[in-house]
């Protein structure tokens, strides 16, 4: 990873962890909250991933619109630190720990491949 590749996961990484924890006091269910990257493709290749604890949660999130406001958040929050998502619809997705477990046994890296 080149020194620039690495600056620009700090931010990600720094900025994600500031939208987990406002998430985490507004958004029910919420619990955690990662991201994938290839810098060669950057910012279009940007991946984010927001977990619930489960599905019923994460059904409730799309009533309440809860998905939109995560977007909106994540998209400002990036943005703040130069990093700009075009489609943000397409680049943050959601996903439950119930469904983790009960398809891929818990595995998130068998989940996430």
Not at 7 to 35: M, P, Q, Y
Not at 74 to 99: N, P
Not at 107 to 113: D, G, I, Q, S
Request: proline fraction near 1%.
């Amino acid at each position: 990873m080149k020194k620039t590749d690495k600056k620009i996961e700090n931010s990600i990484r720094e900025t994600l962890t500031e939208v987990c924890e406002i998430a985490l006091e507004d958004v029910a269910g919420f619990k955690w909250i990662t991201h994938f990257s290839n810098y060669s493709d950057f910012p279009r290749s940007l991946s984010v991933v927001c977990i619930f604890n489960t599905n019923n949660d994460l059904s409730n999130a799309y009533s309440d619109h809860k998905d939109d406001y995560l977007r909106s958040l994540i998209k400002e929050k990036l943005s703040a630190v130069d990093i700009h998502i075009k489609d943000i619809r397409h680049q943050v997705s959601f996903d439950t720990e119930e469904a983790c477990e009960n398809e891929n046994g818990g595995k998130w890296h068998e989940r996430f491949r």
